[in-house]
């Protein structure tokens, strides 16, 4: 798992950071100063690498056994900006609970 949990944060990253690139600077340099080159450029990067963003979430939820739900959250996370960031912190969070030792229960005599 720990090799699927590093592939998804890295990418994770990756398309956040080209989605706020896009919407932040691209957008605005294409419907104000009428220069599509950004939007052209890093919307079609952002595009393949949302391909693999959901590649690397979907084999994170099979190995770590999400429900469909939360997977497909996950997923539509890389298509808002800032979204993906939050949801990065949330399954990191997520796997380091499921990490953490259970102790069982005291039991009272």
Known sequence: MGGAFTRYRVIAWV????????????????????????VAVVGT??????MLYLAAT??????????LKRMLLV???GTVPFVSFYAERRVT?????EQQPRTPAPVAG
Not at 45 to 50: F, I, K, R, S, T
Not at 58 to 67: T, Y
Not at 93 to 97: G, I, R, V
């Open 58 to 67: 979907f084999d994170l939820s099979r190995r770590v056994d999400w429900p």
């Open 75 to 77: 997923m539509l996370a």
């Open 93 to 97: 969070h997520w796997l380091a609970a």
């Open 45 to 50: 990067a952002h595009g393949w690498l949302y």
């Open 15 to 38: 398309v956040g950071v080209a989605l706020v690139v896009l919407v932040l600077i691209g957008m605005p340099l294409k419907y104000v100063f009428h220069d599509d080159t950004v």
